[in-house]
């Protein structure tokens, strides 16, 4: 070891030893007589001090010739500090250098390596290594390590066997594009890397593994966002012989145990709600639920308090809903306005907003006054369950849109009203989600989770019905805060029913057997029933540490244009490569 002990680890209770470290210059200050070194590694930082007349004179040149980032490694005695530092966990000393020696001198970094920083996005994912010398962003590692520690021990409890499973694979079916890798060996032939591990986990349900997991990289090649990269981390997992409840219960288990043992937070009630719930009463499929501000309907199929009052513009809707903002009967016509252009932007798309103030003196005054009675609105207000001083948001339109318009909304005045505290955690379950959903653009219908969802027995009658939106499948997905975590259902596990699937999605029987035929072969030789879930592991961890973007809890990540600007990725590759691999490109 070149070294005694580590930056973070000195105290009161060593002073007087003899101690050699290393590590990265944070900074110096000399003050002529006195100079001062921030000697930093991962484990801290622990203050260095050379003293003019005392310290040997070689190593008092040494530090004045020392910059930003040096790489050193010092030996000296540690000494109780005159002014103490209670800000650092080695603040009560410091270590009087009797050597010193530059281990290898670094170039200034182009950005200040500290936890607040003046690199911006750009030249820190450039100088990603210098960015990951940074206390939070080190931070945000450790805090993944963590988690997939903790992931692998709750399931290896539960008597999961972690699988690998094969990168260079075919086409998976979770309904991204697919990144292809061409095969030399194989000219004209592609694999393709997995959006998820799928089908091998459920290959592996029919081997007889009974519990899988693997914390796996996936690969979708999709445009970009902040919480996406085109490769991420998921916890997968599959379970044989189990019912829904016995999945949901199994990965509560594991939720409450990342919670208890990286937050110290017990989470109390997991509850469960339908999709049919969540998107009338909120408009996602995902809503965060630490807050109530659910919807009204002021007209739908089942209530219609607007007809007949020749407002051509609710006249014209089949969907009239609601949000009551507690308390904002008092907002300013310009804090109206700003939720009106919220609304209207092109991200969102309403084209405008209705509102009803339900004054505290008991008073009511609407963007609408001129269509409705005053009666009339009593009735909306009643309908909103609101007290004076609330304002009644109200949108509308056809189908689900005003419904996914006025979530974005009820998201905004949550955080306007600071409804959405990071601290506080709500975990449930979106069950009972739809087995499909029909494409306006391509006229078919798209397996809402993919094709080896398996519909809820009661409903595989629509299926030969050809009911097909009807169908509900046995579909979960955890949502924390309103984000979605994970998301996994029971599979189908019989040859038949999952011909008939592959058919209601406009496969051919050959189209099938070519991309599928393997997981239906396996499904003549005995498979159990099964069922399992994917976690993404990347928002996990952004979750846990308070931050929005997954990209700070990966170590290399790639940017909004899928780049790697560190190592310059993608590339072109040369000629001879093109040649072994038969390729010809066209750009
Ligand atoms: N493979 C699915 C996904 O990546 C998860 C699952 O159904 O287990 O979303």
Known sequence: MLRTHNNGELRIANVNEIVTLCGWVQRTRDKGGMIWIDLRDRYGITQLMLEEGKTPKEAI????????????????????????????????????????????????????????????????????????????????????????????????KQGFIEV???????????GARDFVVPSRMNPGEFYALPQSPQTFKQLLMV???????????????????????PEFTQIDCEMSFIEQEDILQMFEGLVRQLFQNLKGIEINEISRMTYAHAMKYYGSDKPDIRFGMEFYEL?????????????PVFDAAS?????????????????????????????????????????????????????????????????????????????????????????ELRLEMGNRLGLRNPNEYSVHWVVDFPLLEH?????????????????????????????????????????INGVEVGGGSIRIFQKDLQAKMFETLGFSDEEAKHQFGFLMDAFEYGAPPHGGLAFGFDRLCSLFGGSDSIRDFIAFPKNNSGRDVMIDSPSTIDAKQLDELKIKTIV
């Not at 970094?109 to 750009?122: H, K, N, R, V």
């Not at 690998?164 to 979770?174: F, G, N």
């Not at 081997?207 to 966002?225: A, N, P, T």
């Not at 007209?299 to 407002?311: A, C, M, R």
Request: aromatic share 8%.
């Open 439 to 479: 494409s306006e653009e391509e006229n078919r219908w798209f397996a809402m989770h993919h094709p080896f969802t398996s519909p809820k027995p009661e409903d595989i009658e629509f299926l030969k019905s050809g009911d097909l939106g009807k169908i509900r499948a046995n579909a979960y997905d955890m949502v």
């Open 164 to 174: 690998e499973t094969p990168v260079l694979i075919k086409s998976t079916p979770e």
């Open 299 to 311: 007209k739908s199929e089942e209530v219609d308090l607007t007809s007949d009052k020749n407002f």
């Open 61 to 156: 040149e040494t530090a004045r010739s020392l910059g930003r980032e040096f790489v050193i490694s010092v030996t000296g005695t540690v000494v109780e500090r005159l002014s103490k530092n209670d800000k650092l966990p080695t603040g009560d000393i410091e270590v009087k250098v009797t050597e010193l020696s530059i281990l290898n001198p670094a170039k200034l970094p182009p950005f200040l390596i500290e936890d607040e920083t003046d690199g911006g996005d750009d030249i820190r994912m450039k100088y990603r290594y210098l960015d990951l010398r940074r206390n939070p962003v080190r931070q945000n590692l450790i805090l993944r390590h963590k988690m997939a520690q903790e992931v692998r021990s709750y399931l290896d």
């Open 207 to 229: 081997s007889g593994f009974d519990r899988y997991f693997q914390i796996v990289k996936c690969f979708r090649d999709e445009d970009l966002r902040a919480d996406r990269q």
């Open 319 to 407: 969907v009239v809903v609601g949000i009551n903002a507690k308390g904002c009967a008092e907002y300013t016509r310009k804090q109206v306005d700003e939720l009106t252009d919220f609304v209207k932007r092109p991200q969102i798309g309403a084209k405008g907003l209705i509102y009803v103030r339900y004054n505290a003196d008991g008073s009511i005054k609407s963007s609408v006054d001129k269509f409705y009675s005053e009666e009339d609105l009593k009735k909306w207000i009643e309908a909103a369950n609101a007290q004076p001083g609330d304002l009644l948001l109200i949108l509308c339109g056809d189908g689900d849109k005003p419904r996914k318009q006025l979530n």
